[in-house]
């Protein structure tokens, strides 16, 4: 890369799935990119058996299906390849902030992993395209490398563009930072605003955790526990398939231990 300076290596990412839900879809095929502060390249790419049929709609995405992945290795057997690429690394990839990177952590967890991405950097390319240009893979491809992107939503193809992509934005804007601190600032405007990175609680002006969804969206978590149904309602989140950060959320204020954002 020319004109990103990197300090820490660089993850560039993307995720073929069964499906869009990003806490119960599976991968079908990843590839993941690792980049150091010298430039050298490693690349990891493999199709993904999902333990699960590939919804029809998903193969006409991707063209992938059952028959191409039943020999394919399970996420739990490729666990510890991936955790290498992603090792001590920032990420970046295409719509990664929303999608690829909360449906991976999901993922790893199934997995028995113990990664942890907070307080990592993440370069989306999505975000600066849709910020810049308000357009899609393919036409950010063409127009900021003047290519056409032959083998669309084959994770390799997207990642290998992502990447050139990323770069000649960076070429491209000469407003955009060129450190990655900053770039993901630019990248990620709305930091800091929510408590979790599911984004299923915003802080609120008096600092206090709020629901932004569900029969309780705009009170705060404190008010909730105080109702016996509200109680009630946090035990039934803590049964169902939530983020296990969101779970360790419930289960502190359920023993009057609150997220407080200063203000």
Request: proline share 4%; net charge negative; glycine share 6%.
């Amino acid at each position: 890369m020319q004109n990103l300076n990197l300090t820490r290596p660089l993850a560039v990412f993307d995720l073929e799935t069964t499906g869009v839900d990003v806490e119960r879809d599976k991968i079908v095929q990843i590839a993941i990119i690792r980049v150091e502060p010298g430039g050298v390249r490693k690349t990891f790419e493999t199709l993904v058996n999902p333990e699960r049929p590939i919804p029809p709609e998903a193969t006409a995405v991707h063209g992938i299906k059952d028959s191409d992945v039943q020999d394919a290795p399970t996420f739990a057997q490729i666990r510890r390849e991936v955790e290498e690429m992603f090792a001590d690394a920032d990420l970046a990839g295409y719509n990664s902030v929303r999608f690829d990177q909360p449906l991976l952590e999901h993922e790893l967890n199934r997995a028995g992993s113990a990664l942890e991405f907070r307080g990592v950097k993440h370069l989306d390319a999505m975000r600066i395209f849709h910020l810049k240009e308000k357009r899609d893979l393919s036409a950010a491809y063409k127009l900021y490398c003047g290519k056409d992107l032959t083998g669309a939503h084959n994770a390799l193809a997207d990642t290998t563009a992502t990447l050139e992509i990323l770069d000649a934005q960076l070429a491209h804007y000469d407003d955009l930072p060129r450190e990655v601190e900053a770039l993901h600032a630019f990248c990620n405007p709305d930091e800091g605003k929510y408590v979790d990175r599911r984004r299923k609680f915003l802080w609120n002006d008096e600092g206090e955790a709020e629901f932004t969804f569900g029969k309780y969206q705009g009170m705060s978590l404190n008010a909730v526990v105080k109702d016996a149904r509200g109680r009630g309602y946090l035990e039934w989140m803590l049964g169902k398939d939530f983020s296990e950060e969101i779970k360790g959320i419930l289960r502190e204020a359920l023993d009057g231990v609150f997220p407080r954002k200063e203000v």
